[in-house]
């Protein structure tokens, strides 16, 4: 393959009620660290710590990541509070600035179609935002319930499906393992 064609950048969705998503996205962004190639990570909805802000220690400057989410865990509903949307906000602008900074070759926007499920962004900002996207970067969408909208504007659509969880037996997310 020519080095042309690798630097196309291309818009990658990864969504669906399964497990993995986010993991999809940091074994993207590990395996890009591993040939220098830099990463951006906005996560949405996150304030907590998680292994993967540990590990993105380790492998700067290779991957940046940066939360845009309250502390804790949120339970975000359809009528988000101001607080939510003001977090997304500053975290789109981020991920925006990232984007067009020409210091990354991939941009994760992770868990943001729950974001725009939950109205704390529109699809229009994030179809915007795409539409801004430089050629040879490489754009990542993560969460649940991605509108159509991304799903036609996307080069790569992975659908995460559950079949069988242990969440359902009562097990709690463990570290290492779910955060």
Same mark, same amino acid.
């Given at each position: 393959m020519n080095e042309k064609k690798e630097r196309i950048g291309y818009i990658q969705v =990864?969504? $669906?009620?399964?497990? $993995?998503?986010?993991?999809?996205a940091l074994g993207l962004a590990l395996r890009a660290a591993g040939h220098k190639q830099k990463v951006y990570i906005g996560q949405f909805l996150k $304030?907590?710590? =998680?292994?993967? @802000?540990?590990?993105?220690? &380790? @492998?700067?400057? =290779? !991957?940046?990541?940066?939360?845009?989410?309250?502390?804790?865990?949120?339970?975000?509903?359809?009528?988000?509070?101001?607080e939510d949307i003001q977090k997304a906000r500053r975290g789109l602008k981020k991920c925006r600035e990232a %984007?067009?900074?020409?210091?990354?070759? !991939? /941009? /994760?926007?992770?868990?943001?179609? #729950?974001? #725009? =499920?939950?109205?704390? +962004?529109?699809? *229009?900002? /994030? @179809?915007?935002? @795409? &539409?801004? *996207?430089?050629? $040879?970067?490489? #754009? /990542? +969408?993560?969460?649940r319930y991605a509108p159509p909208s991304f799903l036609k504007k996307a080069d790569l659509v992975?659908? %995460?499906k559950e079949k069988k969880h242990y969440y359902k037996k009562g097990v709690k997310a463990r570290k290492g393992i779910e955060k």
């Open positions: =990864y969504t $669906g009620n399964g497990k $993995g998503k986010t993991t999809a $304030g907590q710590l =998680y292994g993967e @802000l540990l590990s993105a220690k &380790s @492998l700067s400057p =290779y !991957i940046t990541i940066e939360q845009f989410g309250r502390k804790g865990f949120i339970h975000v509903t359809k009528d988000p509070d101001e %984007m067009l900074s020409s210091k990354y070759r !991939i /941009i /994760i926007l992770d868990e943001i179609n #729950v974001a #725009v =499920y939950f109205n704390l +962004l529109s699809e *229009k900002e /994030i @179809l915007s935002l @795409l &539409s801004e *996207k430089p050629e $040879g970067v490489e #754009v /990542i +969408l993560t969460g992975t659908e %995460m």
